[in-house]
């Protein structure tokens, strides 16, 4: 397993899934994961979908500038850091963001989201 591909391919799938349908990333998420939006933290799968969908903006387009991932423990997780613009419909400047993911193996071979961290960049 080569943990960059794995890193990407998730990036992908995350961000194309939330950008078409929020509710959609709620099997990336189980009852002990966190998420952590602008320093208010959610826990739960069904909380944390019931955060992102609850948002106030109908569509957005995330564009990933950079994507790093490490190896975490003997478990076989991975920290995944993405950095990127977020453009909002209807809003002439995009946002910047940051994203932490802590990914940890399920029985069946995939990856589910343990930890997630998310920022807008204020310059």
């Known amino acids: 397993m080569d943990p960059d591909a794995v ?21 990336l998420y ?7 939006f602008e320093g208010q933290k959610i826990q739960g799968s069904q909380n944390i979908v019931a955060k992102l969908t609850s948002l106030p903006f109908q569509q957005c387009q995330h564009s990933i500038t950079t994507v790093d991932c490490q190896p975490s423990g003997p478990a076989g997780g991975m920290l995944v850091f993405v950095s990127g613009n977020l453009q909002l419909a209807g809003e002439q400047h995009a946002l910047k963001f940051s994203q932490m993911f802590h990914l940890m193996p399920t029985p069946q071979g995939s990856f589910y989201v343990f930890n997630d961290i998310f920022r807008l960049n204020y310059a």
Request: proline content about 0%; glycine content about 8%.
């Open 7 to 27: 890193a990407k391919a998730f990036v992908e799938h995350y961000y194309t899934t939330f950008d078409a349908n929020r509710a959609g990333l709620a099997n």
């Open 30 to 36: 189980q009852e002990g994961s966190m998420l952590t």
